[in-house]
């Protein structure tokens, strides 16, 4: 609507000016033509009465005639003056034999003009010099002219432009409507488009818009409907994940619990050895609700961090003694080198979550007897801690998911070793919190390194 108005108004404005230009521009001209052609005649006419000698006295009856006709044809009336301001001849005889006394007569004739122009309303006067050949002023002659002949063209005019007008308005209206409903097309469609996307329908928008900004403005809401459907497809596969994963644990203790139930007297060490069992899965179970949790907790913005200055030699040691025992079941070495003290401001909880997760998949995917060599390191803006095992590896093509929640290369294995798959996922999370970085090399049969790099301070 507001198109359609502001376009219309516009255009009225443009019509208005444009119009009331041109009459004026054609009333000036023609104005003008008019009284230089009085002028003109007016001069041949001087010319005339210093030739016969004009006067009152020796009143020329052909040429008094003339100026008659003259007068006549203009619808006006033509006064000679003689060098004594006398008027020798008035086409209407009123003012003939009179004294002329006008302040621009006298100007005229002491050559300081050489016309002088007056408008009235629909008459012009004009007042010209009688020179001679040695330009003498010999007299002045005061015409005037009606214009009336030019007022009544200039309404004719009017009335054709009026007419004009109108058209040009019903033209102009015609446009507006079409130009809006063109550009608002596009809006419409946009809108209708975008409230289906508030009712939940993650379909892209796809509309045939004339103006580069709405495509624009399309092309951005489809990257971000882009994003959404990503997002929305990660959180149904989550939920999905989570109720599988939940799901296991029960339908194990189902089946152990129903198997003791459907036996009569049951044995003793058979009724042990499901009850350990069912713990088992129980045990299991807490595990997957606890890393979820914890993932929730990690998911959250850095605003969220508890920050305080921790010596981190001292936290990886820490972890890695915890560790050790666990190693040393499967004959594993673990072995750590520090090139030098390093304080940092982090999150002491969430970063040895970050970094117990990875030490023990170095233990838990390694092979008997293996290695694992955990360092630290810094610059003057970032710590970096590397763990480096000889373990399983993992292959080229499950690298990139790694980090994904519930994603597992060898799910037996993960299951075997008391793995949930959130491990790593909370581990990059805790990493990003902190705005740091984690990369990955491994070669299977050879095995993985991580290498976490994390801002000494802190930065919001
Ligand atoms: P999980 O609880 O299964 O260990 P993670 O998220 O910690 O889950 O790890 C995801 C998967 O990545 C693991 O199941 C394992 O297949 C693989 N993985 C992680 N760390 C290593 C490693 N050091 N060596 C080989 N494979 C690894």
Redo the contacts with the bound molecule.
């Keep these: 609507m507001l198109i359609f108005v502001s376009f219309f108004l516009l255009s009225q404005l443009v019509i208005i000016f444009f119009s009331s230009m041109l009459q004026r521009s054609y009333t000036d001209k023609s104005i003008e033509e008019k009284l230089l052609s009085v002028q003109n005649q007016c001069s041949i006419l001087g010319n005339q009465i210093l030739v016969y000698k004009f006067t009152i006295e020796t009143s020329q009856d052909n040429l008094s005639a003339e100026i008659d006709q003259l007068a006549n044809s203009w619808q006006g009336r033509i006064l000679v003056i003689d060098p004594k301001y006398q008027i020798v001849k008035d086409t209407y005889t009123i003012d003939q034999g009179n004294y002329m006394v006008y302040d621009e007569v006298f100007r005229i004739m002491r050559g300081e003009k050489d016309r002088n122009i007056r408008m009235l309303d629909d008459y012009a006067e004009i007042i010209v010099p009688i020179v001679n050949a040695d330009k003498v002023i010999h007299g002045a002659m005061i015409a005037t002219v009606s214009l009336q002949d030019i007022v009544d063209t200039n309404e004719h005019i009017a009335t054709q432009v009026r007419v004009l007008h109108v058209l040009f308005s019903l033209l102009s209206l015609i446009a507006a409507f079409i130009i809006s409903k063109i550009s608002v097309r596009g809006i419409e469609k946009l809108s209708g488009q975008l409230s289906e996307l508030s009712e939940g329908h993650l379909d892209n928008i796809n509309i045939n818009v004339y103006f580069d900004e709405l495509t624009e403005l399309t092309d951005s809401y489809n990257a971000l409907i882009d994003k959404m459907r990503v997002t929305e497809e990660s959180r149904q596969e989550f939920v999905s994940n989570v109720s599988h994963e939940l799901k296991t644990p029960i339908t194990s203790m189902k089946v152990l619990a129903d198997s003791l139930l459907m036996q009569e007297d049951v044995p003793s060490e058979m009724y042990r050895e499901f009850m350990s069992d069912m713990v088992e899965e129980i045990d299991r179970e807490t595990k997957i609700i606890n890393d979820l949790l914890t993932l929730v907790k990690t998911d959250k913005k850095s605003a969220e961090l508890n920050i305080e200055p921790v010596n981190i030699n001292a936290l990886l040691e820490l972890l890695l003694k915890r560790i050790k025992p666990l190693a040393a079941k499967r004959n594993i070495e673990v072995v750590f080198e520090s090139f030098r003290e390093v304080i940092a401001e982090i999150d002491e909880v969430k970063l040895s979550l970050a970094f117990s ?1 990875l030490i023990e ?2 233990v ?2 390694n092979n008997d007897g293996g290695n694992v060599h955990v360092s630290l390191n810094a610059d003057h803006k970032f710590f970096y801690v590397k763990v480096q ?1 000889n ?4 292959p080229e093509e499950c690298q990139a998911q ?1 980090f994904e929640r519930f ?4 799910k037996a ?2 299951r075997e ?1 008391g ?7 909370i ?1 990059r999370n805790a990493i990003l919190m902190h705005k740091g970085a984690i990369k990955l090399y ?1 070669e299977p049969g050879e095995g ?1 390194t ?1 290498t976490v790099r994390i801002p000494l301070k802190r930065v919001s």
């Design positions: 997760n998949n170095a838990k995917y095992d373990g399983v590896g993992i790694i994603y597992r290369v060898d294995r993960s070793t793995g949930t798959g959130l491990g790593l996922a581990t491994s993985t991580f």
